[in-house]
């Protein structure tokens, strides 16, 4: 009885030894299956949070595709108006030009047929103006305010009265005198000593020589547009109209 109870102890020591053996065992298991388990759950949040930046990433990038197509096709809107306006220009600057050019031509034509003062600096000027309508740099806008300044001009010298020294052909020979313009109407010249002065005759193309009275009245027209004298009525002759 002894030994068998002996035997039995041992046996059960033996047994309860396995089965603790057993229960280390499944616990060191199921230790290694939450580890397992612990990194397969990082990695998925690893995974996720990868997913989620690029997901973030992909939304920037798409938002900013939509922002970069508005700005092209706005873009692109601009163009075409552009061009359109620029079509329009194109096609005023083609009317108009003609336009300017024929002003100019009347203007030049003015000048030469009219009272032949300070005809130097017109023909300058229309020298001028006319190298600018030439020029393919110079804008529309630019050529049709010169040529409004030109004719600005000489409508100005048909309300004003205006002397100035120049040079006078006669024959073979060159003298200066002083010139005296009254607005547009009749263009005189008196020596610059005062003793001689004329008028000019568009109709003959020739100057009438003034007598001593007319010259006096000359001399102080001449002064007065140099405010050298009070204004005053004058009694000058006036250039004949010429024959139709």
């Keep these: ?11 059960l020591a033996d047994t309860l030894s396995t089965a603790q053996d057993k229960v280390v ?34 939304d920037l990038i798409e938002a900013y595709n939509r922002q970069l197509q508005k ?43 009219d009272q032949p003062f300070l005809k130097q600096e017109r023909q300058q000027r229309l020298a001028r103006l006319k190298k600018i309508i030439d020029r393919a740099d110079v804008s529309l806008a630019e050529k049709y305010r010169q040529v409004l300044d030109a004719y600005q001009v000489e409508i100005a010298y048909a309300k ?13 020979k060159t003298i200066e005198v002083n010139f005296f313009r009254l607005g547009r109407t009749a263009l005189y010249y008196q020596t610059l ?36 004298h009070i204004p005053q009525l004058l009694k000058l002759p006036m250039p004949r109209e010429a024959k139709r």
């Design 71 to 113: 700005m092209i096709d706005s873009q692109e809107q601009e163009k075409q108006r552009i061009h359109s306006q620029l079509g329009s220009l194109n096609e005023t600057e083609q009317s108009a030009l003609p336009m300017l050019v024929s002003m100019y031509q009347q203007l030049a034509t003015f000048v030469s047929h």
């Design 1 to 11: 009885m002894i030994i068998a109870a002996a035997l039995s102890r041992a046996v």
């Design 25 to 58: 065992q499944t616990h060191q298991q199921d230790a290694n299956v939450q580890v397992k388990l612990n990194n397969l759950d990082k990695k998925t949040r690893e995974a996720l949070n990868h997913y989620q930046q690029n997901q973030r990433q992909a």
């Design 193 to 228: 000593n005062g003793d001689k002065g004329a008028l000019w005759q568009p109709a003959s193309q020739q100057w009438q020589p003034l007598n001593e009275s007319q010259n006096k009245q000359l001399s102080i027209a001449i002064a007065m547009a140099n405010k050298q």
């Design 160 to 172: 004003s009265i205006g002397s100035y020294q120049g040079e006078l052909k006669q024959g073979n």
